[in-house]
């Protein structure tokens, strides 16, 4: 399968607790994204890479998350002190480095925090 | 106002029926846009471009209005397994995509 692999698909942790997400985009694939998803909500756009390089991030990714993409292939997704408001799915997303180009999702990470 | 509206649903139609959903979107200097398909507790998928000239695939049309801001996906002769949510995204740049919350489709027997 050669599609955009997450790990670990579920985590289960009590609050306060950090936890780290991993995400393996299409191989060829400049462009890596991460979005949060709470029930009955769209995909909330949190973070973007090209390559290496953390281009931009939504208000919503507070200073207790923290992206990184240090060979510009995988990506990791940490969040430290957890709070029961980020319990979410989270999804990465890759893409081609071109314009209007579709992103391709991987399974998602469902976080729950107790 | 939120950058992308849907109608929430859920639609519940009859296999067969013809069935149409709608998206308007606040940025007008948006680029791009997409339908995608969720299955519950899956990733989004794509399901197709959104052209200017608007774009068929199959029982699936999907229509583009820039001057209203405006995005239609019509579904016809639906199927059992059409039913999912369907996602309205517009892309703001090459970075930004925008989801709408979803309209949930259930084709019943």
């Known amino acids: 399968d050669t599609g955009v692999s997450q790990d670990p698909r579920h985590k289960i942790t009590k609050r306060g607790q950090n936890v780290t997400f991993r995400c393996d985009p299409i191989s060829e694939h400049n462009r890596l994204y991460w979005y949060r998803q709470t029930l009955g909500q769209g995909p909330e756009f949190l973070t973007y890479?090209?390559?290496?390089?953390?281009?931009?991030k939504s208000r919503l990714l507070s200073d207790r998350f923290s992206a990184e993409r240090p060979k510009g292939s995988f990506s990791t997704l940490e969040i430290q002190r957890t709070e029961q408001g980020d319990s979410a799915m989270y999804l990465c997303a890759s893409s081609l480095d071109r314009a209007r180009v579709e992103q391709y999702f991987g399974p998602g990470t469902r976080l729950t925090v107790t | 106002r939120k950058e992308v509206e849907q109608d929430p649903g859920p639609f519940n139609v009859p296999e067969g029926a013809t069935v149409a959903f709608n998206c308007t979107y606040s940025n007008s200097a948006s680029q791009s846009f997409f339908w995608y398909r969720q299955d519950c507790r899956k990733e989004p998928k794509l399901l197709m471009s959104v052209y200017s000239s608007g774009n068929e695939d199959g029982r699936f049309t999907a229509q583009l209005n820039r001057a209203s801001q405006y995005i239609s996906l019509l579904i016809r002769d639906s199927k059992l397994s059409d039913s999912a949510t369907y996602l309205c995204v517009v892309n703001k740049n090459n970075n930004d995509m925008r989801f709408g919350a979803g309209t949930r489709l259930t084709v019943k027997p």
């Open positions: 890479f090209q390559n290496e390089a953390q281009l931009e």
